[in-house]
């Protein structure tokens, strides 16, 4: 999978998680084993592909393919997974989870629109 269609995939991803953290409710317990392992095994293909970008996207810095700086895409892949918590365990304020979420948008679209036109 390209840069192009990873970058796809998580912005499809990002719109999902903001439903999830807007539409869904706090678990009962946040402690509670089996709503770990299902949040485990749902967010696992996800922290997977988070990789995997990372580490394209550094390469398409370093070979000038795209105009961000190396420090924005580690910043993105690590606001990324926070939001991922915070959309399961909706423990976050819904500003700050707003200003992550506008944050990745921004990276994300960035390296999208600069890939599509190449």
């Known amino acids: 999978m390209n840069l192009l269609e990873q970058t796809e995939k998580l912005q499809q991803y990002l719109i999902t998680l903001k439903d999830k953290f807007e539409y869904s409710e706090p678990p009962e317990n946040k402690k509670d084993r089996e709503f ?3 949040v485990k095994q749902e ?10 970008w990372e580490q394209s ?3 398409a810095v370093k070979n000038r393919e795209v105009q961000v700086h190396p420090h924005q895409v580690t910043s993105t892949r690590e606001n990324m997974e926070l939001m991922l918590m915070h959309s399961y365990y909706i423990d976050a304020r819904r500003k700050r989870y707003m200003e992550l979420n506008n944050s990745i948008h921004y990276v994300l679209d960035q390296i999208h629109r600069e890939l599509s036109q190449a």
């Open 36 to 38: 770990f392992l299902q």
């Open 43 to 52: 967010t696992e293909p996800v922290y997977e592909l988070l990789n995997q």
């Open 57 to 59: 996207a550094l390469e």
